[in-house]
Structure formats: C-alpha cells, structure tokens
C-alpha cells in the first residue's frame, strides 16, 4: 500500500525538506514508503497512531521510537 502524505502549506513544506538533515523529501519518501530521515523502508508500524504519524512527518516507527521517548 503506497501512503498518501498530509497536505501542507507550499512555505511548511519547503522549510520541512530544507531543514531534514538527510536531504529526503518528506512527500516523495512517504510515496515511496520509505522514512525521510533514514531512507529505510516505512512499512510496518506499531498502531494507528504510529502509522498517521508517518504521513504526516515521513518518519519510519525505528525513528519515531528513537525520537518520541517517554520520559
């Protein structure tokens, strides 16, 4: 199942992709399920929740779990 990205604003989108450190489009790597931070396959996801999370920020759940720690 290839994933639909959020819409965003032109300005959000373009600041979002300038400021990723690997360079990946946010809207191109969720087309492509793959993760924009890490280039990583994004296809198996832990629940819903995990799952929207990756079409709206293109982040795969390896990355998520590393950046969204429960403190």
Request: overall charge positive; proline content about 6%.
């Amino acid at each position: 199942m290839v994933a639909v990205p959020t819409k965003r604003s032109p300005r959000i989108e373009k600041y979002t992709d300038a400021t990723n450190p690997s360079g990946r489009a946010r809207v191109d790597s969720i087309k492509q399920n793959i993760c924009a931070w890490c280039g990583k396959p994004a296809v198996e996801f832990r629940d819903a929740l995990s799952q929207r999370e990756y079409v709206i920020s293109g982040v795969c759940q390896e990355c998520q779990d590393k950046t969204f720690v429960e403190g």
